[in-house]
């Protein structure tokens, strides 16, 4: 039932899924959901579900060549929301985990186009099993460590 892209004007299919990143003993994976707003970009701005998508829109960069959108006969779903958790095995303080979530959340924006419309309800949850020290990374680079594994998780969901 999860969909992508209304806001270009698709129902493209969507889902579930899930990525994984090790540095040294620190693991992080990504759960994801995704019911988006945008389209579900891939790393060199291919839509993920191109073949649903009429020819010679295949990219990010073609879907924004028609902005502005003609909404005539459309109307944004509002309800859409990408839920998503973030979870590690590294030894956290608080502040570090709720920056690990923030830090998450705000690199979706890479994966999803566009994120955080004021129609999206999107939400991300960040927990760490307290395991192994955080050891050769700091709280920045196992941010960034997070941010890939969620964007594995996007690019699964089909």
Known sequence: MARQGSFWGYELPSGQGGGLRQCGDVIVAA????NSLGLIVDRNGGCISAEHLPPGQAT???QAARLPLD???QTLNPA????SVIVTNA??????????AVQTHSSMGRAIQPF???FDGDTLFATSTN???????????????AGEAMWDALLSVV
């Open 80 to 83: 859409n929301t990408t839920i």
């Open 31 to 34: 759960f994801v959901v995704a």
């Open 91 to 100: 030894i956290l303080p608080l502040s570090a985990l709720q920056r690990l």
């Open 60 to 62: 990010i960069a073609a």
């Open 131 to 145: 395991a192994v020290p955080l050891e050769g990374l700091d709280e920045a680079e196992l941010g960034w460590l």
């Open 71 to 73: 909404r005539t006969n």
């Open 116 to 118: 955080a419309c004021p």
